[in-house]
């Protein structure tokens, strides 16, 4: 166990449903990072947050993908009209900076979309 | 061209072997991750190194700056050590990662 969690573990749902998914953090981390995984190939980044903050959004979010932050703490990414594409892991990391500590990750979410 | 390349892709090792994995990418770093990731999905942090190397246990990691390179290392190879070994970058300011596709190890008894 790392510290970080992500709920929840697993979620199947029917092509075009919504879906959020929650990150807890270790909770003196200020930079949180979100992740996909699909696969047989390595995580792919999505998005981060130092604070509340979102500084940086990848050219795979689309703008079905969202994600937030709101107090600093937990987060959440939601994806609204899920396609069979987006089946993949979703992983949460965290990390304290600027001492530049390795990344925390979270144990993921497994998304398949039907 | 995939800005990390992690070769090989997967090896097999009888217990007690020596394992070397090797890491290239081509971009400006501000780290290099080695990471863990067992069946189920969770990825677990083994070293994160700038320059020179690292020892863990049975684990020792090396980075060559000037050749945008590094190798993990597993000395006396064990069937736990079974999972897929990862290698990362970190980017300048964000830290954002950027990811290899993974080593597949089997080590059999």
């Known amino acids: 166990d790392t510290g970080v969690s992500q709920d929840p573990r697993h979620k199947i749902t029917k092509r075009g449903q919504n879906v959020t998914f929650r990150c807890d953090p270790i909770?003196?981390?200020?930079?949180l990072y979100w992740y996909r995984q699909t696969l047989g190939q390595g995580p792919e980044f999505l998005t981060y947050?130092?604070?509340?903050?979102?500084?940086?959004k990848s050219r795979l979010l689309s703008d079905r993908f969202s994600a937030e932050r709101p107090k600093g703490s937990f987060s959440t990414l939601e994806i609204q009209r899920t396609e069979q594409g987006d089946s993949a892991m979703y992983l949460c990391?965290?990390?304290?900076?600027?001492?530049?500590?390795?990344?925390?990750f979270g144990p993921g979410t497994r998304l398949l979309v039907l | 061209k995939n800005e990390v390349e992690q070769s090989p892709q997967n090896l097999t090792a009888q217990e007690g072997e020596f394992i070397t994995i090797n890491c290239s990418y081509s971009?400006?770093?501000?780290?290099l991750h080695w990471l863990q990731q067992h069946p189920g999905g969770g990825i677990v942090s083994l070293f994160m190194?700038?320059?020179g190397k690292k020892k863990h246990g049975r684990l020792i990691a090396t980075i060559n700056i000037q050749e945008k390179h590094s190798s993990l290392h597993i000395t006396a190879s064990h069937p736990r050590d079974s999972a897929v070994y990862i290698c990362?970058?970190?980017?300048?300011?964000?830290?954002?990662?950027?990811f290899g596709t993974g080593t597949r190890l089997q080590v059999f008894p």
């Open positions: 990391a965290s990390s304290l900076v600027p001492l530049q500590e390795t990344q925390y």
């Open positions: 909770s003196e981390h200020n930079r």
């Open positions: 947050f130092q604070n509340e903050a979102q500084l940086e």
């Open positions: 971009v400006g770093i501000s780290a």
């Open positions: 190194l700038s320059s």
């Open positions: 990362a970058v970190g980017s300048y300011n964000t830290d954002k990662l950027i």
